[in-house]
């Protein structure tokens, strides 16, 4: 499972096509809000805050690569809950 962050962004929606498109396997896309999401079938969709470390453990379970798109400041909670 690849879980990346920032799915809904301009990098994380490209990445999320993109590893689609090539048959990577599990994908998860982490967004704060999950309604937003257009990824392709089979993508999953899974809500999270870097601010609320207890939300991103349930996105974290089974991941075994992470894409981390980095904000200034924001990084700490993500990488601990990991």
């Not at 962050?5 to 048959?23: Q, R």
Request: aromatic share 4%; charged share 20%.
């Amino acid at each position: 499972m690849i879980l990346v962050t920032g799915a809904t962004g301009h990098i994380g929606s490209a990445l999320l096509a993109e590893l689609h498109a090539c048959g990577a396997g599990l994908l998860r896309g982490l967004t704060r809000d999950a309604s937003r999401a257009a990824f392709p079938a089979g993508v999953e969709a899974v809500e999270g805050d870097f601010a609320d470390t207890a939300s991103l453990k349930p996105a974290l379970e089974g991941v075994r690569s992470l894409f981390l798109v980095s904000r200034p400041g924001s990084d700490a909670e993500i990488l601990e809950a990991a």
